[in-house]
């Protein structure tokens, strides 16, 4: 772009730049504050608004909403490869008891290569701490972590999937038995039990979870 930048505007389009890279999304208010070492979140908030104006980058309500839009000359592009994943509502890692009716919670602006040539992806919000020792990528499962889930995903044995259970929505480890299919927890709160399910409850698994993002921090 034509528009010059500041050295700390660079700096702070460059750190922002790099998060998306390595990461698959945008960083938080407080994730930035954090990699700026800027006192306030205000003074993190007056350098996107800068950028903002310049047509680097544009900022949503939505979580981790920042979004690149313009590169300086021979950036790698980021935004021609970001795409929406809805958030859809909460997986209960715990007892079953969150509803599993669709809700508009928002969208998750992640880059191409977090999914690749996957189809079908929604998002849930964790909650609850029945699959707290549990990672995917290093990331944990813990409450407030983003699930990425592909529905209608072939499931194998020891699989993290989201079930339909009496219209409640839960995240589990999957293993199929003889006559029942087994969701179990992966927890160090032993108050959570092991979920056993006839055989046929089997076309209740309504997806599996491909990729964890780690909640904002004090965005």
Excluded: W
Excluded at 28 to 46: C, D, H, P
Excluded at 139 to 161: F, H, M, R, S
Excluded at 178 to 189: A, F, G, H, Q, R
Excluded at 193 to 208: A, V
């Amino acid at each position: 772009m034509d528009i010059k930048l500041t050295d700390k505007q660079k700096q702070v389009l460059n750190i922002i730049r790099t998060f998306f890279l390595e990461n698959g999304y945008a960083p938080s208010l407080g994730e930035l504050q954090v990699m700026l070492n800027i006192a306030t979140k205000r003074g993190v908030v007056s350098h996107l608004v800068a950028l903002e104006k310049k047509g680097y980058i544009l900022r949503t309500s939505e979580p981790r909403g920042i979004q690149i839009v313009g590169e300086e000359e021979n950036d790698e592009p980021v935004y021609e490869y970001m795409i929406g994943i809805p958030i859809l509502g909460y997986a209960n890692a715990g007892t079953p008891i969150v509803s599993a009716e669709e809700e508009n919670l928002g969208v998750l602006q992640v880059h191409q290569n977090i999914i690749g040539k996957k189809s079908n992806i929604f998002s849930l919000i964790i909650s609850g701490d029945s699959m707290n020792l549990c990672k995917i990528d290093d990331k944990p499962l813990v409450d407030g972590n983003y699930l990425l889930v592909q529905k209608d995903a072939e499931v194998n044995d020891g699989d993290i999937v989201v079930a339909i259970i009496e219209n409640s929505a839960t995240v589990k480890k999957f293993k199929k038995g003889k006559d029942t299919v087994i969701l179990y927890p992966n927890s160090n709160n032993n108050k959570h039990r092991t979920i056993y399910l006839d055989h046929n409850s089997e076309s209740l698994i309504n997806g599996k979870v491909i990729k964890v993002l780690e909640r904002p921090v004090n965005s």
